[in-house]
Every structure is written in C-alpha cells, then in structure tokens.
C-alpha cells in the first residue's frame, strides 16, 4: 500500500502530528461515540485503539499533504517558479558559478532540445525564465527518477514539508484540546498535555520557512550534481 517514499515523507509525518487529533477523539469524541458503536460492534472497545488511530493517519496524509502545499510551498515559492531548483539556475542567481550554470544549460540544452534565456532576456523577462527552467527541471527529474540519492533527499524535503503542514491541523487540535481542559471541567494533567503540545508544533512551524529552504536548497544542488553526473542513454 505504501512505498518507501510515502512511508517516509507522507505516513512517518503524519503519524508525529496526528496525536492532537487522537487525544481530542479520546477525551471529548470517545465517551459519546463508544456507547453508540458498541451497540453496533460489541468488540468495538478492543479494536478501538489501533484501528481508529490508523484510521486518524490515514486520513491526515491527505490533509497533510495539501495543508503542506496550500500554507507552505506555495506562498514561499509561488508553487515552483521560486523554488532553488529554479532560482539557482538564474543568471542573477549566485548560489552557483556562472560556468557551471552554463555547463548545466548546455546539458539542459542537448539533452531536452531546451534553451534558456540569455541574461540580458533574463533581465527583460524573469517570469519567461523561470517558467523555462521549470520546465527543464521537470524533465530532469524524469531523467533520475531512479536515482537513489535524489530520492533520498526528495523523500527529506517532502517529509519535512509535510510534518510542518501537519503542524497547523496539529495546532488547531491542541486549541480544541485545551480549550475542553480549562472548561469541560478543568483538568490540570490535560491543560499540559496541550501546552506541550502547542509549545511543540508552534515553535517547528515558527521555524518552518527556514527549515523548508534548508532542505529544498540541499535538493536542488543533489539535482544538478547527479544530472551533471548522468549520462545519456543512447
């Protein structure tokens, strides 16, 4: 059902996060849900745990994943034009040196029949340019889509990016959680299991801008170092 990738970037994030939403189930869903399932399945009390936290995860991945990309990715990098696989690519871009842009290009250009804009068309049109590196970086990925390295990184990238989406559904949970344990009656023990957690998830997504950027600029340099690397299949 899972591969290696979603294992580590989709389930393992998800499962980190989902705890929130478990203890929420247990002290305020629980006691009016069991008495009605139990109606319905007598063993329900035994299967509860396990199945229902897996259920939790299972349907979090998705949440997750989409809170990753609509909180996260886009508004750091507009989808993908601002991403460093894209920025570092750009003539204005200083992360590499210009003859090894030029080289990247020139094997961009033999290999994909793909040619990027000269710096002075650059210059005129920057949205062109990173449209076009786009492009090529989707192409790229293509090219290694075997390549156990990338992977690696790219199974980092997405787990981090998808924790730290797990962070706001998570944070949300722990507000629901705290809220009942000041009020639906007052419970010490639960008021800091909330905090903690909020303390917890607040404080990665606080960090979560420079935590994305670490991991995405350790992807795209991994990118362009294997593709440099590989060669053409004849």
Do not use: W
């Not at 109606?39 to 509860?48: S, Y």
């Not at 003859?99 to 094997?107: A, F, G, L, M, P």
């Not at 804009?117 to 062109?128: A, C, F, I, P, R």
């Not at 010490?188 to 607040?202: A, G, P, R, T």
């Amino acid at each position: 059902m899972f591969d290696n990738y979603s294992l580590r970037s989709r389930l393992a994030p998800t499962t980190l996060t989902a705890l929130p939403l478990v203890a929420v189930y247990k002290y305020i869903g629980s006691p009016y849900i069991d008495d009605y399932m139990n109606e319905i399945i007598p063993l329900f009390p035994i299967i509860e745990g396990v199945s229902f936290f897996v259920a939790i995860v299972l349907l979090l991945v998705q949440v997750n994943r989409q809170l990753s990309k609509e909180f996260l990715q886009k508004p750091y990098f507009q989808g993908e034009i601002r991403m460093p696989t894209t920025d570092f690519l750009l003539h204005i871009n200083n992360e590499f040196s210009n003859e090894y842009k030029n080289q990247i290009r020139s094997k961009i250009s033999g290999y994909f029949g793909m040619t990027m804009l000269t710096k002075t068309e650059e210059s005129v049109d920057e949205v062109k340019a990173r449209f076009l590196i786009k492009e090529a970086v989707s192409q790229i990925r293509a090219v290694l889509r075997d390549n156990e390295l990338l992977l690696k990184h790219n199974i980092e990238y997405g787990g981090v990016r998808n924790f730290l989406g797990g962070c706001i559904q998570a944070i949300f949970f722990s507000v629901v959680l705290l809220i009942k344990s000041v009020f639906f009656p007052y419970s010490q023990n639960l008021i800091i299991v909330s905090m903690l957690f909020l303390v917890v998830y607040v404080g990665f997504l606080i960090s979560g801008k420079k935590i994305i950027i670490l991991y995405s600029n350790d992807y795209a340099k991994v990118l362009y170092q294997q593709f440099m690397n590989h060669t053409k299949q004849p």
